[in-house]
């Protein structure tokens, strides 16, 4: 049985203030114990824009994080809300796998080691069989680009019923086959789509490659501070004691945009730990 107490746990980016620069983000992440920072790269035009960097802006980041010793490992790709990848429309299509083609890239430059994918056929438009048989299109085409970068992609369950679960996810896996297109599943997202945790982790447990550490309610996915929420930690690292999981987490919550940003992310981590602490018994 593995001590998960060991494994490295990351920051998620949007849990500090977004004023923040990036030496300040990394350092307050230092400052709290934390293993590494996850990158957001959502649907705003402010984070998507970082996939237009110069070498000059990328080479200031790297060079942050070699001088604080506090690396991005991963990368969280809400983008494709914007942009999904199974769209009906071509203009919409083609932006989405343009985005994680640019999204490897950038990862390849500055060291990320996974890309997080949203499971999402379509958001905000109507989901149908073609924005299904689109997605696996475009899935297959993106793929195939990660693989000529050796960059990991894994897909976060999601709180829609496209790919709300890891069961749903493998499917994709198993279409694909690559060693480069893997899970990294949302406990949080899991535990509020009422899967059943155990069962849905088992399915798939050989083909995790990162797992984010979120808390929530029924229907409330998201700006829930770790134990405002339902989800039963201790249990859940019990069964990754039992698997002898050793891949990172990422603790993901939503800052305030104040200073008591700060403070929370520790209280979170010192939270996470405990959880992890208990799970031996």
Not at 107 to 131: H, M, N, V
Request: some cysteine; aromatic content about 10%; glycine content about 6%.
């Amino acid at each position: 049985m593995g001590d998960i107490l060991n494994n490295q746990l990351g920051l998620y980016e949007k849990a500090l203030p977004a004023s923040l620069s990036w030496e300040e983000r990394l350092l307050a992440a230092k400052d709290a114990e934390y293993d590494f920072v996850e990158i957001s790269i959502d649907e705003s035009d402010q984070r998507l824009e970082r996939m237009k960097w110069t070498a000059s802006e990328k080479i200031s980041l790297k060079k942050s994080i070699l001088k604080l010793g506090m690396p991005i490992k991963t990368m969280c790709l809400s983008g494709n809300r914007r942009y999904p990848i199974g769209s009906e429309d071509d203009k919409t299509r083609e932006t989405g796998i343009k985005l994680i083609k640019d999204a490897i890239d950038f990862s390849q430059d500055i060291g990320i080691r996974i890309i997080q994918l949203a499971g999402y056929d379509e958001f905000y438009s109507p989901r149908t069989e073609k924005t299904k048989e689109n997605f696996l299109i475009s899935l297959k085409e993106c793929v195939k680009y990660a693989e000529s970068r050796a960059v990991m992609m894994a897909f976060e369950t999601m709180e829609t019923d496209f790919l709300d679960s890891i069961e749903k996810s493998m499917k994709y896996v198993n279409i694909i086959n690559s060693p480069w297109l893997k899970v990294y599943p949302d406990i949080g997202n899991l535990t509020a789509t009422k899967q059943d945790i155990e069962k849905d982790y088992m399915r798939g447990k050989d083909n995790i490659v990162g797992i984010h550490l979120k808390d929530t309610k029924i229907g409330i996915i998201r700006d829930l501070n770790h134990g405002e929420g339902i989800v039963d930690f201790v249990e859940f690292f019990r069964l990754l004691r039992k698997v002898d999981y050793a891949g990172p987490f990422v603790a993901e919550m939503w800052t305030d945009e104040t200073d008591a940003s700060f403070a929370q992310i520790k209280k979170s981590r010192e939270f996470l730990i405990e959880k992890m602490e208990i799970s031996k018994d």
